[in-house]
């Protein structure tokens, strides 16, 4: 089951634009404290660096995704979640437009 | 003064991708039922038309604009607004990204 609507979000107006616009996000903090973004990745593959822990929440589209040093690609589908530790690096592999909610900490 | 949050807004996690993603934007429904987007326009001249009339405001960023036609651009940054018809059809011209809050209705 896909996230189609997030309630109770207090939205930062200003976007995060990263690597020339591929990656959009907003970030959201909910009444429980906790942080999150809503974004999408264009067409791209792209390398990414994380502080806390995420988990990536697909919501519409699909990426392939790996770890830095890995080999294997794994894909990710609406519906479906994939967790990075924190102070890592991984890579997403897009075809076509990847929606996601990432969920910090 | 800018709108940096907006507080107890339900977000539509799917992001609206338009100009092969030179302008991003997430729904947005608040407490009261009115209906927003923040979205950001990556350096580009684009031409959107409105179905009910916008309230454009920008967090960041600036942009100029203009109603299909006429001849002057007018300016816009961060703390202004502007205002567009319903069912019309207007220009903006972005040379760095505009971050905005579009008010419908």
Redesign the interface.
Request: aromatic share 0%.
């Given at each position: 089951m896909?996230?189609?609507?997030?309630?109770?979000?207090?939205?930062?107006?200003?976007?995060n634009?990263y690597f020339?616009?591929?990656c959009?996000s907003?970030g959201?903090v909910l009444a429980d404290g906790s942080r999150k973004s809503?974004?999408?990745i264009?067409p791209s593959t792209l390398t990414f660096t994380t502080g806390a822990p995420e988990v990536m929440e697909c919501?519409?589209g699909s990426c392939e995704w790996r770890l830095a040093g890995t080999e294997a690609w794994a894909s990710s589908r609406a519906g479906e979640k994939f967790s990075v530790p924190g102070n890592a690096r991984f890579e997403i592999r897009v075809a076509q437009?990847y929606?996601y909610?990432c969920h910090f900490g």
């Open positions: 896909t996230t189609d609507k997030i309630d109770g979000a207090t939205v930062t107006t200003q976007a634009v020339d616009g591929r959009v907003h959201l809503v974004g999408v264009l919501v519409a437009a929606h909610i």
